[in-house]
């Protein structure tokens, strides 16, 4: 099994080297069978890299602890199904993973029918196969995965308890189909300027990837914030903890992208914009990559120390210094090709703008996560960024969004007049003023909190007048009742309407945003058995304490009754568990929600009688902020379902007619 594992990394290295060269080289001498040839060596690559993950998958549900990793992330008295997933709670195979979903977006855009006879495959599949060469190196020479160990342990040291949960078998997979996933639309970014062609196809073309890798990315970023709910125990979501500013950093740039092309789409604008938007993107994948893997910055989520770092800091600067080179050698070209803006009062310039908030946003966030090294490069003292600058930053930018998010619907291309400014934002601004002032009578006295409030009611006020004038168009026209108008409506332009639900997700995360960091409400109590604790209108009866044992593992636990408003809403159980093989004991929480807010409970503490010590949070509208991540995921998919690249065709010009 040792030589037929290692086998599948070195044959899949040298398949990769050998399709990069015959592709490069079949490109330079314009002959299509070396091309092919590539192609074959694109199709070996990735059966080579799935029989690596099959191997690895073998190994460690069969816990052959002679394998360095299967000893270092499993145990035998694991779960098969975390033992499995343990193949990307480390170094080596989680860059597996990453090499295998490569390999796989490789070859579904190699073979692609719609792909047949494109000219710009060849360069695409060059660029996609240096990215496999790097990927393979690594795993054949420096994060090995089917390394042996000089003795045969009798058991492995286990699994991070912290990864042992629902959430952190799809966290990780969603995240690295996004990661790897912005490889695509970058090498297709790359192959359009090497082949000069400064038209939008490669954008129409690169449409569904870059959405899907974007779905990918917030799906990633969301099962991570679940998680970290329900499982570290602290009752929040969002730490701004470097790996988690990784991940988010990326999103934000392609949030941005995915907007701004559609100006180039309608108006031939922002063209050079677009491509350093996707180069950004895609290093931006690469750079949380080096975080996460080179122990430079302390993290929760990070991997242990290694080398791997410096490796993947040279892979960035190499594709990065590459591809500006590139976009530079076509900047005049791209330039005299471009549109301009007519006016600040359109839809292409909220566009702008709301593109400039999120590159804003993330050039903040890559601020404040890197300002550690920059502080003690400088001054030899390492200065930590924590929660309050991030959240003070970034809270008026998502604010700003959401503003730009609710007018945008209702401003016309290349001019809005007064009189249609009027007509359109007159009724909603009212119903939102109407509605912040509503707040402040209630007792919602915090400035942000009603600021954001009354940002978020124009957006859904907007874009409900979106759906509603165009059902009532259509119905118009066809005289098809409100349920099939609606419908026909939003499938005839699924991007549009697809779009649209992803910016309601995205109020109701804000909703969840606002109320949980304004309004939550805390207290920690030491009682006795018998005795209770009173926040809001709940009351948490302590009913006992105890001890028990799950396989290698000590649990003790306290039982509760809780009350709201006088009626028994059951009985729940706190945990903190104390592992076998793992020196940090962890806490399950009860957890108890509903549409305006969340109980949330923690056993901090106890003592020899009995008595314990309890965290007791009420989080509001935290449900709001998983409903929107859900519509965020139901928009996105609504947005990519059966669309067509709408009769395109490609206008191509200079070298993408070389190839024959």
């Known amino acids: 099994m040792y030589l037929f594992a290692n086998a599948t990394i070195y044959i899949g290295l040298a398949l990769a080297v050998y399709g990069l060269l015959v592709t490069t080289y079949g490109i330079a001498v314009k002959r299509q069978k070396l091309i092919n040839s590539g192609k074959g060596a694109v199709l070996g690559l990735f059966i080579s890299a799935s029989l690596a993950m099959l191997s690895l998958f073998y190994l460690l549900g069969t816990s052959q602890f002679q394998y ?52 710009m495959i060849p360069y695409i599949m060059s660029i996609l196969l240096g990215n496999a060469v790097f990927f393979f190196l690594i795993l054949g020479f420096v994060a090995k995965p089917f390394a042996i160990l000089p003795d045969v342990p009798l058991e492995g040291k286990g699994l991070n308890p912290m990864l042992q949960n ?42 569904r990837w870059t959405i899907i890798a974007w779905l990918f990315l917030s799906l990633g970023n ?30 934000l740039t392609a949030t941005a992208f995915l907007h701004s092309v559609m100006i180039q789409e309608r108006k031939n604008m922002l063209k050079v914009w677009n491509i350093s938007l996707i180069i950004i993107s895609y290093a931006l994948t690469l750079f949380g ?59 292409e310039s909220s566009f702008l703008i709301n593109n400039l908030l999120l590159v804003g946003s993330a050039f903040a ?49 290349q001019r809005s007049s007064l009189k249609n400014l009027k007509k359109n934002f007159l009724i909603p601004a009212i119903l939102a003023v109407a509605a912040m002032a509503l707040m402040v009578v209630l007792g ?30 259509r119905r118009k026209m066809t005289n098809e009742n409100v349920p099939v108008a609606l419908y026909r409506l939003m499938t005839k332009n699924r991007r549009r309407y697809g779009g649209y639900i992803v910016h309601l997700g995205i109020a109701f995360i804000a ?48 039982d509760l009754t809780i009350f709201k408003n006088g009626k028994r809403l059951g009985s729940y159980e ?64 609504f947005a990519v379902w059966n669309g067509r690249f709408q009769g395109t065709t490609p206008r191509y010009t200079g070298a993408s007619r070389e190839v024959a």
């Open 166 to 207: 629902p959430g952190m078998i799809i966290h990780p997979l969603t995240l690295y189909l996004g990661y790897v996933g912005l490889a695509v639309p970058f090498a297709f970014a790359m192959a359009a300027l090497i082949l000069k062609n400064m038209d939008d196809f490669w954008i129409k073309m690169t449409r």
């Open 68 to 119: 360095q990793y299967v000893n270092d992330y499993t145990s035998s008295e694991l779960p098969i199904i975390y033992k499995l997933t343990a193949l990307w709670a480390g170094n080596a195979g989680s860059l597996l993973l990453w090499t295998f979903f490569l390999t796989l977006y490789i070859v579904m855009i190699v073979f692609s029918r719609k792909m047949k006879g494109n000219p």
């Open 511 to 558: 909703l969840g945003i606002i109320g949980s960091q304004n309004y939550d409400h805390e207290t920690m109590k030491t009682i006795p058995i018998g005795q209770s604790i009173e926040i809001d209108d709940y009351r948490i009866n302590y009913d006992k304490l105890d001890q028990k044992s799950e396989g290698i593992n000590d649990i003790v636990y306290a």
């Open 289 to 347: 990559t080096f975080l996460v893997r080179s122990g430079v910055l302390t993290s929760v989520h990070a991997f242990a120390n290694s080398n791997l770092g410096l490796y993947f800091l040279i892979f960035m600067g190499v594709a990065v210094i590459g591809a500006m080179y590139v976009l530079m050698s076509r900047y005049n070209l791209i330039k005299r090709s471009a549109g301009e803006f007519n006016s600040f009062v359109s839809k």
């Open 365 to 413: 966030v890559f601020w404040g996560t890197i300002f550690p090294l920059v502080s003690e490069a400088v001054r030899g003292t390492k200065v930590t960024v924590g929660i309050p600058f991030f959240n003070a930053v970034q809270a008026p930018i998502l604010l700003s969004m959401m503003f730009v998010m609710a007018v945008c619907p209702l401003l016309a291309w």
């Open 444 to 473: 919602i006295q915090k400035a942000w909190a009603v600021i954001g409030y009354g940002v978020i009611i124009l957006l859904l006020i907007t874009h409900y007048l979106e759906f509603y004038r165009g059902v009532k168009a």
């Open 574 to 637: 706190v945990e903190k568990v104390f592992y076998g093989n793992w020196d940090q004991p962890s806490s399950e929480v009860a957890l108890i929600s509903s549409a305006k807010e969340d109980l949330y409970i923690i056993l901090s503490a106890w003592e020899d009688d009995g008595r314990a010590t309890f965290i007791v949070k009420v989080i509001p509208m935290m449900t709001w902020m998983w409903f929107g991540s859900f519509l965020i995921v139901a928009g996105s998919i």
């Open 222 to 251: 969301i099962f991570g914030g679940q998680w970290a709910y329900v499982e570290l125990g602290w009752g929040g979501y969002w730490a701004w903890d470097p790996v988690e500013n990784a991940s988010f950093m990326p999103w």
